[in-house]
Structure formats: C-alpha cells, structure tokens
C-alpha cells in the first residue's frame, strides 16, 4: 500500500515539473522557433543591437534586443540600416530579447 502511494506520488510529481516547465515555456515565448527577423537598426552597442520593424517612431513597433556571440558578427552594421537577422528563439521578457545568430544587410 505504502509502496503504491509511493509511486503515485512520484508520477504525479513529474507530472507537475513537466506541466510547469510547458507554462513558463508559453507564458514567455512569443515565437517557439528559430527564425529570421527583417528590421531596421535603432540602436548598437557591444555585443548587442536593437531593432524593429519601422524607423518611423510614430508607428508601432516591437522592438528586440538581439544578442551576438561575437562582435565581429555585427561589426559592419550601422544604425539606420534594413537587416535580416536568423536568431533564436524570442523571448517576451521586457525588453524583448533573442540570440542572433547572423547579420545580413538588405540593400
């Protein structure tokens, strides 16, 4: 009997890890795949560059901070230029964040 509610305790145990670990996984990814990301510049510095959507401030964009491994990566991008970004997955944290992984600047 004792072993029984052993087991069920367990099971339902890992029942609720993996439950949790599927909400905090949805609450805070807004794209659950890898992807590209087409944006303007609007900010550079380190490691990381901002970017959205549209450079014109009064049309609402969503902004997302992407994170390079290396420096080098982005060393040729400017502020003010249309990009294409393949990046990790999105995360809704504010600010919005992710890990690009290349640059490529659209002409």
Same mark, same amino acid.
């Given at each position: 009997m004792k072993k029984d509610f052993n087991i069920i305790l367990i099971l339902l145990s890992i029942v609720v890890v993996v439950l /949790?670990?599927?909400s905090i996984k949805k609450f805070f990814l807004i794209d659950d795949s890898s992807g590209t990301y087409e &944006?303007? *510049?609007i900010e550079k510095q380190g490691m990381r560059i901002i970017a959205r959507e549209t450079l014109?401030?009064?049309e609402k964009? /969503?902004?997302i901070h992407f994170m390079f491994s #290396?420096? #080098?990566i982005i060393q040729d991008?400017? *502020? &003010?230029q249309k990009v294409s970004i393949t990046h990790g997955d999105i995360v809704s944290t504010e600010? /919005? =964040?992710?890990h &690009?992984? =290349?640059i490529t600047i659209i002409e």
């Open positions: /949790t670990a599927i &944006g303007y *510049v014109l401030e009064e964009s /969503t902004e #290396n420096e #080098n991008i400017k *502020v &003010g600010p /919005t =964040t992710a &690009g992984d =290349t």
